[in-house]
């Protein structure tokens, strides 16, 4: 569907509202936490990088937001005993989610697939597709225990048209579009939780620049630019709106 980079949040937009964002520690998801601390909620901060998750914490706390959270956590080693952990520390703690951004990834290789590694793919695998699926059936309970909970899957262009040299990164993209289709499909006669994809697209971060070296990154939006579809999904105004695939920027010409 297409993009909301017009729309406007008014300031308590999230106002009361838990959401826990992985991959917080830069790029999109230190935006997103940010824009979603701004906007009243509660963030959680999980990330692999305890210095990077503190540094944004720092910021949302100077900026006058609600105090943060930080877990740590690397999907690289992670398992099903930490990801269930996780929930039952966030139960004590906060009794619910009000939402979910898994925005963590991993880009792998840009390589022929006749030449990719197979430890590699299984990495990308993990991060990208495996790890967010099983934390996901981990923190059901808690998105159920919301009223109104927003499940956000970030997604990638070569996740909903495979592109040459792409491997893994490409394969694991469809899968979360899948499982996406797939969870929001079992859950479409509650209206209480929606689950949607998001992709970013080409966006100023440091995974946009490993894909793209002799790009100009002054000829991409910024993080901060695209936020309006990422407060538009996680906030009120997108409520009963599910299983549907969102763009967070017009396509380049």
């Given at each position: 569907m297409s993009c909301k980079i017009d729309y406007q949040a008014r300031p308590d937009l999230l106002a009361g509202r838990v959401i826990l964002i992985t991959g917080a520690g830069d790029g999109i998801g230190?935006?997103?936490?940010?824009?979603?601390?701004?906007?009243?909620?509660t963030v959680i901060l999980l990330g692999r990088t305890v210095a990077k998750l503190e540094a944004v914490y720092d910021e949302?706390?100077?900026?006058?937001?609600?105090?943060p959270a930080i877990f740590p956590l690397n999907f690289e080693g992670a398992t099903?005993?930490?990801?269930?952990?996780?929930?039952e520390t966030l139960d004590k703690e906060f009794g619910r989610l009000d939402g979910v951004l898994h925005n963590a990834g991993l880009l792998g290789r840009l390589t022929p697939f006749e030449q990719y590694d197979p430890a590699l793919w299984e990495q990308v695998m993990q991060v990208n597709a495996n790890g967010?699926?099983?934390?996901?059936?981990?923190?059901?309970?808690?998105?159920?225990?919301?009223?109104d909970a927003s499940l956000v899957f970030t997604s990638s262009s070569v996740g909903r048209k495979g592109?040459?040299?792409?491997?893994?990164?490409?394969?694991?993209?469809?899968?979360?579009?899948g499982f996406m289709q797939v969870l929001a499909d079992e859950f479409v006669n509650n209206p209480g939780i929606r689950i949607n994809s998001l992709n970013?697209?080409?966006?100023?971060?440091?995974?946009?620049?490993?894909?793209?070296?002799?790009?100009?990154?002054?000829?991409?939006?910024?993080?901060?630019?695209?936020?309006?579809?990422?407060?538009?999904?996680?906030?009120?105004d997108s409520r009963g709106v599910t299983g549907e695939q969102f763009d967070a920027q017009p396509p380049r010409a």
């Open positions: 230190r935006e997103a936490a940010k824009a979603y601390a701004a906007h009243g909620a949302i706390e100077a900026a006058g937001g609600p105090q099903l005993k930490d990801f269930h952990d996780m929930a967010p699926i099983w934390m996901t059936q981990a923190l059901m309970p808690l998105l159920l225990s919301s009223d592109r040459a040299y792409w491997g893994a990164y490409a394969v694991s993209k469809f899968a979360t579009e970013p697209g080409a966006t100023r971060t440091q995974m946009r620049k490993t894909a793209y070296p002799g790009e100009d990154p002054n000829s991409l939006r910024r993080p901060a630019d695209i936020m309006p579809t990422y407060l538009w999904l996680m906030g009120p």
